[in-house]
C-alpha cells in the first residue's frame, strides 16, 4: 500500500478555453524544477483533450476525459465514447462524479457500465464516489460508501482507481477530519485490495494538501477548483 505512487489529478470540470493551454505550459515549466513524485493527470473539457496531449506528454503529465458512454459507438448524439477519449490521447477516464450523478442523473449501474466500456478500450476508470452531508450527520458514511462500491465497481476489473468525494467538500471549503478520511479510505482499502489508488477529493488546496495525502491509504488527490491554475496545482503536486 505504501509504495503506490502518487496521483494527482486535476479536474477542470467545464472550466478551460484554448487560451488555458497557457495553464499546461506554466505547470510545465514549474514541474521541471525537479522530478515530480507523483503521476500527474488533467482531466480538461472534451474540446480541450486532442489539443492538450502533446504538451501534456512532452511534460510528463496525462490526459484524461471527465466522462463517456457506456456503448462503444452508435446513434447518441452530444455524447463521446471511451474509444474517442483514448485516441485523443486520454489514459483514464473519471466516471460517477457526483455532479454527473447529480446533475445527469447517472447511477452505479450506469457508471458500472461505462467503467466495462473504458477498460474494453485500455483506459482506466476512476470511479467517485461519496455521501452527502446528511448521510454523514447520520452516521451511514461508510454503508453508502460502500454501497456506491459495490454498485459501480465491474466485477472483472483489475485496473483502476477510486476517488472518495464527499460531496458536501466539493467547492465548499470544508474538509473531513483526518480521521473522519482514513476511516472511509480503510473501508474502500479493505473491499479493492492493496494495489488500487484510493484518491480524496473535495476542497484539496495548496494549504491543506500535505496533510490530507499524508493520511493512511490516500493515494492521491482528486482537484477541481484549484487545479485550473498552474501555481495552485503545482501547490498540490509539490506536496505529494
Ligand atoms: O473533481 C473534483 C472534485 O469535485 C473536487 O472539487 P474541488 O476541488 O473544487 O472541491
Avoid at 212 to 230: D, E, M
Amino acid at each position: 500500500m505504501e509504495d503506490i505512487r502518487k496521483l494527482i489529478v486535476g479536474n477542470w470540470k467545464m472550466h478551460g478555453l484554448k487560451s488555458a493551454l497557457d495553464e499546461v505550459d506554466r505547470l510545465a515549466e514549474l514541474c521541471s524544477r525537479g522530478e515530480p513524485k507523483a503521476d500527474i493527470l488533467i482531466c480538461p473539457p472534451a474540446t480541450l483533450l486532442s489539443e492538450m496531449a502533446k504538451p501534456c506528454a512532452d511534460a510528463g503529465f496525462l490526459v484524461g476525459g471527465q466522462t463517456c458512454h457506456h456503448k462503444l459507438k452508435g446513434a447518441y448524439t452530444g455524447e463521446i465514447s471511451a474509444e474517442m477519449l483514448k485516441d485523443a490521447g486520454a489514459t483514464h477516464v473519471i466516471l460517477g462524479h457526483s455532479e454527473r450523478r447529480l446533475y445527469n442523473g447517472e447511477t452505479n449501474e450506469q457508471v458500472k457500465a461505462k467503467a466495462e466500456a473504458a477498460i474494453e478500450v485500455g483506459l482506466i476508470p476512476i470511479i467517485c464516489i461519496g455521501e452527502t452531508r446528511m448521510e454523514r450527520d447520520s452516521g451511514q458514511a461508510v454503508a453508502v460508501v460502500s454501497q456506491f462500491l459495490a454498485g459501480s465497481i465491474p466485477d472483472e476489473i483489475e485496473d483502476f482507481v477510486v476517488s472518495y468525494e464527499p460531496l458536501w467538500a466539493i467547492g465548499t471549503g470544508l474538509v473531513p477530519s483526518p480521521g473522519e478520511i482514513a476511516e472511509i479510505h480503510m473501508a474502500i482499502r479493505q473491499r479493492v485490495g492493496g494495489d488500487i489508488p484510493i484518491l480524496y477529493g473535495g476542497s484539496v488546496k495548496p494549504d491543506n494538501a500535505e496533510r490530507l495525502l499524508s493520511i493512511a491509504n490516500v493515494n492521491g488527490a482528486l482537484v477541481g477548483g484549484a487545479s485550473l491554475k498552474a501555481d495552485d496545482f503545482y501547490g498540490i503536486i509539490k506536496a505529494a
